[in-house]
Each structure stands twice: as structure tokens, then as C-alpha cells.
């Protein structure tokens, strides 16, 4: 019998309108645990309006937003399952970074010892004693991230964490995404930037206008899973592309009269051109990047 | 709620505003003894109420804990503080707990600081000084005025979540409403938290808080009235707080 997995987080079919808008329809995925999860999207997609969702902020119209079947509220220890940094992450401009996680820490009843772990972990003890409101954006955001790692949550969830953070910063993000999912950790991290989180995730979730576009293996998703993608120009295109099609390749035709053979290389085309004795006058690999693919994606539907 | 109580008591303590409103109510309740003290001479029938009531931290812990409640919006704090609990009605209740805590701490020893000083000047004058168990008596009920205040405060900060609109209306209600209606319609005015019914609990005469021709309330049945209003404003609070979209 094959094992059943239960997700470490599962969106099934999430609605939420505000007034006359509606930022999220009827949205479902799920993230697993040991995977880093892009939640990809343009801004105002919905992704914030999702992930305030799950963490029980805002009151869905319809549909469920769980960890591993429970709602956050619900979590009989919520910090030390979930650790979330949301964007714009606020503080008391007149507490201290440490007063800050040792306020949080005594809210969700974890060690004080945890504060100076999480301040090293993030590289903020020298100026932990220091008032918030003389923090960097970057600071902030490093202390935002300390709060989420005090309960050494199963679960970590970040909007839009490159926000504020220089190079080095958004290096350094990177790589404690991809140790915290080596560690087991589910990690949720959205962007509308796919080129912030492409080199660290394993799964992409792509939602535009509130509605599901793609979900799964990042490959898969943007890129890859058509396989490549070659333009031919042939004396005899109508020939050529009906040559192909019986081989199950997906061809069409561009303005100008190239073709666009999905899922074969250009030494494919050329042999099967070959064989029939179909003269080329252009054969290339085109290269399709993950942004051109996600554009496509999220700009598809409005 | 423990773990709650514990985490909203040290965000009371870690902000400068609550040293410096702290501060100042030791100030203004020292001075207001001081100068009672040496410029006054009451008589054993007046001696508590006129030296002993100089304790003014009711009047802060209000503002501290409608500071408490709206910086929370104000400072966009309100975020981090549900997803550390998300039962919010178990955040608010521990709020409230925690500024009538703080304000009994508070009024306990501003009233001891005023208890000893009073007690020197006027020994040191000869004039009368009240028994012990009556001194001991009137630095609880000034407590218990403190505490009732502090949750009050509390409770009203959730109604408005503007701060300054908030902490004026809030100073308008105790300084301009409540007097006007003690003189103008004392049997309404005697309902006026922070001015009759704080009285009442303290059992400060009624001339001393300018109601001469209201009928205070006794001191029991100021407490449920002052519970009544904790109750009511919570209530809505809690109410408006759990149906809020936070995004």
C-alpha cells in the first residue's frame, strides 16, 4: 500500500473578497515538508491576502487554509509549530531587538535562552540592545526573521523577505531557506520576483489576479517540463510541420513563418527534415527563460 | 493566559513611555502631598481623604493602557501580537489583566511613597495623622481605583483605535464631560467613572470632587457599576477586534 503523506500546509479551495474586490479564487495547493515552495505572483495577486489567510489574520468567504489539518488557530502551540515574517514586518520603534523577541518568547512560552540563539542565528546580537526604530530596513527584516525562528517551527512562512535586504542580505536569506528546508522544514517564501527565489526553490506556486496558475516542481511549472523548443524555416513548412506532428511534436507557426517545434532539439528537426529531403533555412534552439515562461503565466488571464 | 500576562506586563515595562508616564505620576503624586501637607491643616475627620488621596497614577495608568491598546495598530505590533496568540479574545483578556495589574502595582507604591511623606509633614506639624489600619485602607481603595481605571482604559483603547483621538476624548470625558454633568445633573453625573464613581470607591466626599449636590454612590455598588462599564466596553472590543481582517 503506498504511504499517505499529509502536507505541511494545505490551501484547499480558498476564497476571500474584500468589498467588491476578490483577491483570492477559489485557491489550492499544498506545500510539503523538506521543500522550499515559491508563491509566486505580480503584486497585488493575492499572495499576501493568502498567507494572512493561513495564519489566521484575515477570515476566508469560503474554503480552507490548514497545517497538517489544523487551522493556525487551532495549533495548540502555534509559534513553535509556525514561524512567519510578513511584509512589512512592524515593531515598537522604542523596544529594543532583544525586548522585542523576549516579549514574543514570553508569548509563546519558549525559553529566553532561544532570544540570544535567534539573534546570533541571524547575525544581530551586537546590535540587539538597540532601539528598533535606529534599525536598517535590512536589520529589521533579520529581526523579523529571528522572531519567526524562536519556536523552532516545523513551519516557516515569508512574504516577500528580500524586501529591504542588500545583495549580501538576499545571499544570506537564500541560503537559511535552503538549510531550514534541509532541516525538515516546510518553507513557504513568496515573491513577485521570481529571479529572488528561483536559485532556492524546489516547487513554485504561480497565482495571478487571485487564481491558481501553476503549481509544482519549478522546472515543471516554468520551464523544462515542455522539454526544448526549436524554431526551423523550411522551404516546405507545411511539409515539415505535418512531419513532426505525426511524431507528436506540438508545432505551430510564428508571424513570420517560422515554426516552433515544443519538446524536440534542433538535431531532431534536422534529421526528421533530412530524411524527407525538407530543405532548412533556419534551425535553433530557442531558449525560453523562467521569466519569460512566468510572465506568460501570470499575464495569460486577467 | 499566564504565559500572556507575562508577555504584556514586560511590553509595558520595555517601552520609555511607561518609565516617563510612571515618573511623572510619582512627581505630580509627591508634590500634590508635599504642598496639601505643609500649606494645609486638616482635621482628624478630613486628614485621609485631603493628604492621603494624593495619589494621581489612576489617571496615568488610563493613558498607559489606552497607549498600550492602540500602539498596537498605531505601530502595526498588532500583527505579531495574534500570531503569538491568536485567540483574541484570550489577548485582549490578558491585556486588560495586565494594565489592572500594572496599575495596582503602580498605585500600591505611589500611595506607600505618599503614605510616608504625608505622614512625616504632618507629624512634623503636629497636626493630626490618620490610625494605620485607616491609612492601610485608603492606599487599597486607591489601588483598587487604579486597577478599575487601568482595565477601563484599556477596554475604551479597543473601541478607538486612533491614539490621540482616543487619549483626548478620553481626558475631554473626565475634565470637561463628567463635571459638567456632576453639576448640571448630578443623578447622571453620579454614574461618571472617573470622577463620582472613583470617588465613591475611595470615599472622598462629594464636595471634594465638585458633586456637593450629587448623592454618591456606595462603594460596593460603584464597583459593579465601574465593572459594568469594563464589562460593556470588552465586550465591544472584543467583538470588533475578532471580525477585523488584519491585512
Keep these: 500500500m503506498a504511504a499517505v503523506t499529509t502536507a505541511a500546509i494545505e490551501i484547499q479551495d480558498l476564497s476571500k473578497r474584500f468589498g467588491k474586490v476578490q483577491a483570492v479564487k477559489d485557491l489550492s495547493f499544498s506545500v510539503q515538508a523538506g521543500r522550499v515552495t515559491g508563491f509566486l505572483g505580480p503584486n497585488g495577486a493575492g499572495k499576501s491576502t493568502t498567507l494572512r489567510t493561513l495564519l489566521g489574520l484575515i477570515r476566508p468567504n469560503g474554503g480552507t487554509a490548514t497545517f497538517g489539518g489544523a487551522r493556525y488557530e487551532q495549533l495548540p502551540h502555534p509559534s513553535a509549530h509556525v514561524g512567519a515574517v510578513l511584509e512589512e514586518a512592524s515593531f515598537h520603534p522604542g523596544r529594543s531587538g532583544r525586548n522585542h523577541l523576549r516579549v514574543l518568547a514570553a508569548a509563546g512560552s519558549h525559553p529566553e535562552s532561544r532570544v540570544g540563539e535567534v539573534l546570533e542565528q541571524v547575525d544581530l546580537a551586537g546590535a540587539a540592545d538597540r532601539r528598533v526604530k535606529g534599525y536598517s530596513m535590512g536589520m529589521r527584516q533579520r529581526l523579523a526573521i529571528a522572531a519567526a525562528l524562536l519556536g523552532d517551527p516545523d513551519v516557516l512562512i515569508l512574504d516577500e523577505p528580500a524586501n529591504g535586504l542588500d545583495p549580501p542580505g538576499i545571499r544570506w536569506m537564500r541560503d537559511l531557506l535552503r538549510a531550514e528546508a534541509a532541516r525538515g522544514r516546510a518553507v513557504l517564501v513568496s515573491s513577485h520576483l521570481l529571479s529572488e ?106 | 493566559m499566564t504565559a500572556l500576562l507575562r508577555a504584556e506586563l514586560l511590553k509595558l515595562r520595555t517601552t520609555r513611555t511607561f518609565i516617563a508616564l510612571t515618573g511623572v505620576a510619582v512627581g505630580t503624586s509627591l508634590l500634590i502631598c508635599v504642598l496639601v501637607s505643609v500649606l494645609s491643616e486638616p482635621t482628624q475627620e478630613s486628614v485621609l481623604t485631603d493628604v492621603f488621596t494624593s495619589d494621581t497614577s489612576a489617571l496615568f495608568i488610563v493613558i498607559l493602557a489606552i497607549v498600550g491598546i492602540t500602539g498596537e495598530w498605531r505601530h502595526r505590533t498588532i500583527t505579531s501580537s495574534l500570531l503569538a496568540a491568536p485567540d483574541r479574545l484570550r489577548f485582549l483578556a490578558a491585556k486588560t489583566l495586565a494594565f489592572a495589574a500594572a496599575g495596582l502595582v503602580l498605585s500600591l507604591l505611589i500611595s506607600i ?53 482616543a487619549i483626548v476624548g478620553v481626558l475631554v470625558l473626565a475634565f470637561v464631560i463628567e463635571p459638567t454633568l456632576l453639576a448640571l445633573a448630578p443623578d447622571v453625573g453620579r454614574f461618571a467613572p472617573f470622577s463620582a464613581l472613583s470617588a465613591s470607591i475611595q470615599q472622598i466626599p462629594a464636595s471634594d470632587v465638585g458633586a456637593e449636590d450629587a448623592n454618591l454612590l456606595s462603594p460596593g455598588l460603584a464597583v459593579l457599576v465601574m465593572l459594568a462599564y469594563i464589562g460593556s466596553a470588552f465586550a465591544v472590543g472584543a467583538v470588533l477586534l475578532r471580525r477585523r481582517d488584519l491585512n
Excluded: K
Design chain 2, 113 to 165: 511613597a505618599v503614605a510616608i511623606v504625608g505622614m512625616v509633614i504632618l507629624s512634623a506639624r503636629d497636626l493630626p495623622t490618620p490610625e494605620l489600619g485607616e491609612l492601610v485602607g485608603q492606599i487599597l481603595r486607591n489601588a483598587e481605583v487604579a486597577a478599575l481605571l487601568g482595565a477601563l482604559g484599556l477596554a475604551l483603547g479597543t473601541l478607538v483605535r486612533n491614539q490621540p483621538v
Design chain 1, 197 to 302: 527565489v528561483a536559485q532556492s526553490v524546489d516547487d513554485v506556486v504561480v497565482i495571478s489576479h487571485g487564481v491558481l496558475r501553476g503549481s509544482g516542481p519549478l522546472a515543471s511549472v516554468l520551464g523544462g517540463g515542455d522539454g526544448p523548443v526549436t524554431r526551423v524555416r523550411a522551404a516546405d513548412a507545411d511539409g515539415l510541420a505535418r512531419l513532426l506532428r505525426e511524431r507528436s511534436y506540438f508545432v505551430e507557426a510564428d508571424p513570420s513563418g517560422a515554426l516552433l517545434v515544443q519538446g524536440a532539439a534542433p538535431e531532431v528537426v534536422g534529421e526528421v527534415a533530412a530524411e524527407h529531403r525538407v530543405a532548412l533555412a533556419e534551425l535553433v534552439a530557442v531558449s525560453r527563460s523562467l521569466e519569460d515562461a512566468f510572465f506568460e503565466l501570470t499575464e495569460a488571464a486577467g
